[in-house]
């Protein structure tokens, strides 16, 4: 048995019944259960439809995302997340080299990294190295400036939390970032790299090993085998190449409005709803949420 999930932008929740009603006619599938109004519904069928794919670009038209899964061991017993550009709504390190004076040059450096055009590691380093010299206190000025929650990332954490599941933050940024972020969503723990330090100020150098793709890998088979639970009882969240090695072994990996070389090697493509949409597509309704 499979389930199919149509949903939208929480910010302008327009989900028309009469097309959801259509598609589960249209797919044979059964009665169509609200999550929430006008923002997600689901429905089960037997079997993938043929056309799952062109559906899906039709409904990309009409702002809405659609997945396509099997019922059996959707709800996750765990939360993998990327942070930058997924728990938050930005990217630190491009943040840092604003008020370093290196905004433009270090943004590209990212977008290209995060397309899969650059090796993350010698992308981090170089973009690291154009931080030297910046005041360590920026980094608290950032926190509490520049850097805001991604909307239902609250949820998200809270929800899987109060239903048993365990939350961690795996990060290619910084413990500096991850170690609030994480306290404020309230994960379970967080791993990142380690910007150094010296006499107040940031050396241009980042803590070895670099936590990249395969760290990330590494952390999705440690974090499952201390917790005794299988691969297939996670959830991954990310928008990043660095992102694609954990999105394709945990059970479910979702790529969250992300780079297009990302999302094509993703079953579960969120580009209209927010961190909520992680909740519906496990059968969480809105009126079961809670926030962390």
């Known amino acids: ?32 259960r609200w999550l929430a109004l006008n923002e997600a519904a689901e429905f089960t069928l037997a079997e993938v439809p043929s056309n799952r794919w062109e559906v899906w670009e039709d409904l990309q038209k009409l702002g809405v995302d659609l997945v396509v899964q099997p019922v059996e061991g959707r709800r996750k017993r765990m939360l993998l997340a990327d942070m930058d550009s997924t728990m938050i709504q930005q990217e630190c390190i491009d943040e840092l080299a604003d008020e370093a004076g290196v905004g433009a040059r270090v943004k590209d450096i990212t977008a290209r990294a995060m397309n899969g055009e650059l090796d993350f590691e010698g992308a981090l380093i170089e973009r690291v190295g154009l931080l030297a010299n910046l005041p360590e206190a920026v980094i608290a ?15 998200l954490v809270g929800t899987m939390r109060a239903n048993g599941a365990y939350a961690a933050l795996v990060s290619g940024g910084f413990t500096a970032f991850t170690r609030v972020v994480a306290a404020k969503l309230g994960f379970d723990e967080n791993r990142a790299n380690t910007l150094i330090a010296e006499n107040g100020a940031l050396t241009g150098e980042v803590g070895r090993p670099i936590l990249g793709r395969q760290a990330k890998i590494e952390a999705l088979e440690q974090i499952t085998q201390r917790l005794g639970i299988s691969e297939s009882e996670v959830i991954a969240v990310g928008d990043g190449a660095n992102d694609l090695g954990m999105l394709g072994r945990a059970g479910t990996g979702v790529a969250l409005h992300a780079k297009p070389v990302v999302a094509a090697e993703c079953d579960v493509r969120i580009n209209f709803g927010d961190l909520s949409a992680l909740l519906f597509i496990q059968g969480y309704a809105r009126a079961d949420f809670v926030t962390g």
Not at 3 to 32: E, F, I, M, Y
Not at 141 to 153: C, W
């Open 1 to 32: 048995m499979y389930v199919v999930t149509c949903l939208t932008s929480p910010k302008n929740p327009g989900l028309d019944h009469t097309l959801v009603d259509s598609l589960r006619a249209a797919w044979g599938g059964h009665q169509v």
């Open 141 to 155: 000025r950032v926190l509490d400036t520049r850097i805001t929650l991604m909307p239902g990332g609250p949820e």
